[in-house]
């Protein structure tokens, strides 16, 4: 199994109720029941107001490597990250468990 974490920061300015990061939220609300080859998938906005911390995360999982590169090909996927792209930057990080 492959755990992919994904952490966003919104832009300087960015507020999380504007249209756009709540048409983001929605897509990657969305997406984890989108793509066959997720099988674990949740999303939420961090609760904390620490300086360091990211505003919203997303903890996923598929079977394999090939899973891996399938769902991040999907065009759900690859729509719902072009969304972001406008408003917020991230990191990522995926590793086999």
């Given at each position: 199994?492959?755990?992919?974490?994904?952490?966003?920061?919104?832009?300087?300015g960015v507020q999380r109720d504007?249209?756009?990061?709540?048409a983001g939220v929605k897509a990657?609300?969305?997406?984890?029941?989108?793509i066959p080859d997720v099988t674990f998938w949740e999303c939420a906005?961090?609760?904390?107001?620490?300086?360091?911390?990211?505003?919203?995360?997303?903890?996923a999982a598929v079977t394999d490597r090939?899973?891996?590169?399938?769902?991040i090909e999907h065009?759900?996927?690859?729509?719902a990250a072009g969304l972001w792209r406008e408003f917020a930057t991230w990191?990522?990080?995926d590793y086999e468990f």
């Open positions: 199994m492959i755990r992919h974490l994904v952490l966003f920061k919104l832009n300087d504007e249209p756009r990061v709540a990657f609300e969305e997406l984890g029941g989108l906005w961090n609760i904390t107001d620490r300086p360091i911390a990211y505003d919203y995360a997303i903890n090939d899973a891996l590169k399938r769902y065009p759900a996927h690859q729509e990191v990522i990080a």
